[in-house]
């Protein structure tokens, strides 16, 4: 994912676009399935529904706002930024992971 984030953000062709972004589209595809499914198998049923639904909403949001995000960086920044931005957070996920993978939370 974060290879194909970047290539969007090096993209200088209207077919480099296209293909890193049907890259990312795939990625993304293959971590939302999987992510769901895990969800789905983590605790009991209602620690499960409260997951998914709380993986649903943070979706959501991140639909709504974005859009706002691309917009600016694009605007500020250049047409390389919304790519370099989405990359980044990438970067930032692995970090936040890392951080946090020993750390045990109890639900509901």
């Given at each position: 994912?974060?290879?194909?984030?970047?290539?969007?953000?090096?993209?200088i062709t209207v077919p480099h676009i296209?293909?890193?972004d049907l890259l990312v589209a795939i990625?993304?595809?293959?971590?939302?399935?999987?992510?769901?499914?895990?969800?789905?198998?983590?605790?009991?049923?209602?620690?499960?529904?409260?997951?998914?639904?709380?993986?649903?909403?943070?979706?959501?949001?991140?639909?709504?706002?974005?859009?706002?995000?691309?917009?600016?960086?694009?605007?500020?920044?250049?047409?390389?930024?919304?790519?370099?931005?989405?990359?980044?957070?990438?970067?930032?996920?692995?970090?936040?992971f890392k951080a946090t993978e020993r750390?045990?939370?109890?639900?509901?």
């Amino acid at each position: 994912m974060f290879l194909a984030r970047l290539g969007i953000a090096l993209s200088i062709t209207v077919p480099h676009i296209l293909i890193a972004d049907l890259l990312v589209a795939i990625g993304s595809a293959i971590v939302g399935t999987t992510g769901s499914s895990l969800l789905s198998e983590t605790g009991s049923p209602g620690q499960s529904g409260f997951l998914m639904g709380l993986s649903e909403s943070a979706q959501s949001l991140a639909g709504v706002v974005t859009p706002a995000v691309g917009g600016y960086l694009y605007e500020h920044y250049g047409s390389s930024a919304p790519g370099y931005g989405s990359a980044f957070c990438c970067v930032l996920a692995i970090a936040v992971f890392k951080a946090t993978e020993r750390v045990s939370v109890k639900l509901i």
